[in-house]
């Protein structure tokens, strides 16, 4: 066992009361999915792209590079996995929808439309349409495409503005390009165009950074969510010489880096929504599915339904063959118990850094504070909670920072055990957390 194994043993059983979380290769059958669905009144959908034009060193997601004729079997394969939840999904509401990635608009010209079109006829959209881009592919008569597809808010990996750390990140754009890009689509008329940027770059400087979030904020992109360099041990930039994401020196800069991005958001009327986005005043939050139940399509596609979560396989190869001999691509499945569900709950609200007691009681029937409120009491004791009018709780920056320093203990580990194992083996017997 680690040091850091420790700590985060302890606070999974405090709050899940589990000593391991263990996915298993089963897949749910129709009928329990059917029963799970006759009592939820409202769900998201995520869709996952896997290609990418380039595969980046720091990046853990589901990718590889895009063929256009493996993106139009892919094509086929989403939608007959659409087939089968619309028998399942009856006119249920779909109330918040992600595309994400990979990146979406490498299949902006080769199947996207046709994908997008299927799911509109076969289920009850609600909900706007949240996309991820990447700076390469949005050029203004792609811009006009991604318009044409109702795309209302759209996201795009900046990363860095200063040419040395695009080199680091290997991005294949340097900062005037990208600059360009940004403005193209600020002046697009997005409800939300978010940027993601990476900070705590190797050897970046207080300085370097503020230069980079104060352009940002010059050049208008509605928000701005910004990530510290993480280090996954499957990636390239990940080799365990190279791992820091636990040295105390690199989470103190991290929390300087954190102040520096506060002060000036917030000095230009930008507010925090997430642990990790500020969005601009009047603008509304762009963000992954926000419902608490949701669908996951496509390869390593994650689903989660009160008292089971379920994971799509990976490997586009396999996920396409699963579905061309009429079966579902589930590789993993997770059943929840009640104690585990709250903990979730719990995980995500605070992610978005406020949540109400209300919605607990909605979701559980049980009093929010009967569960959680000998913690909410220390955390407000320790200056982590801002307010807390009785019904809605919300993070002060301190907490958010500690917050992100618990993402690290968790997120971060069971990221690389689940992706780590699904990304090497298609379909794994099981994976311990
Ligand atoms: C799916 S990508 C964005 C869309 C598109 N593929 C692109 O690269 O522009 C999601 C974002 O997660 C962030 N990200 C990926 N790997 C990261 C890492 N190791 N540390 C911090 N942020 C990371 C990056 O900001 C990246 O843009
Ligand atoms: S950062 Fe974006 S472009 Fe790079 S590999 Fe990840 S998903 Fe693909």
Known sequence: ???????????????????N???????PS?????????????????????????????????????????????????????????GLFGDKPVTSFYIGGGTPTTMLHSGLGNILEYIFKNFN????????????????????????????NLSMGVEALQDKYLRILERPYNAREVKVVIERAVNKGFKCFNVDFIFALPGQTYGELEQAARELVEMCVGQ???????RFPYTKMGEPAKQS????????????????????????????????????EGVPKYCSVTVPLYIGLGASGGSYLRDVF???????????????????????????SESMQMAWWLYWRVYETRFRRNDFR?????????????????????GLITRDDGNEITLSDKGTFWLHALEDLFSLDYISKLWGTSKQEPWPERVVL
């Open 1 to 19: 066992m680690s040091l850091k194994d420790f700590p985060r043993n302890q606070i999974r059983k405090l709050l899940t009361k589990e000593s």
């Open 21 to 27: 979380m263990t996915l298993e290769n089963r897949l």
């Open 30 to 86: 129709y009928e329990s999915l059917e029963s799970k669905f006759q009592d939820i009144s409202e769900f998201g959908l995520y869709l996952h792209i896997p290609f990418c034009e380039q595969i980046c060193p720091y990046c853990p997601y589901n990718k590889e590079i895009y063929h256009p004729e493996v993106a139009k079997m892919y094509t086929r394969a989403v939608k007959k996995e659409i087939d089968f939840y619309s």
């Open 125 to 152: 959209m609600q909900c706007e349409i949240h996309m991820e881009s990447h700076p390469n592919d949005l050029t203004a008569d792609n811009l006009n495409a991604i318009k044409a597809l109702n795309v209302e």
């Open 224 to 230: 701005v969510a910004a990530y510290p360099l993480w």
């Open 245 to 280: 994401n636990y040295n105390i020196q690199n989470i103190f800069r991290r929390r300087k880096m954190l102040h520096i991005l506060e002060d000036i958001f917030y000095s230009r009327k930008y507010a925090r929504t997430s642990v990790w986005a500020f969005t601009k």
């Open 310 to 336: 379920y994971l799509n396989t990976f490997n586009v190869a396999e996920y396409i063959k699963r579905l061309e001999d009429g079966r579902l691509p589930i590789a993993l499945s997770l059943d929840l």
């Open 362 to 382: 909605k979701r559980f029937e049980k009093d929010f504070n009967e569960i959680y409120g000998k913690y909410i009491k220390i955390f407000s004791i320790l």
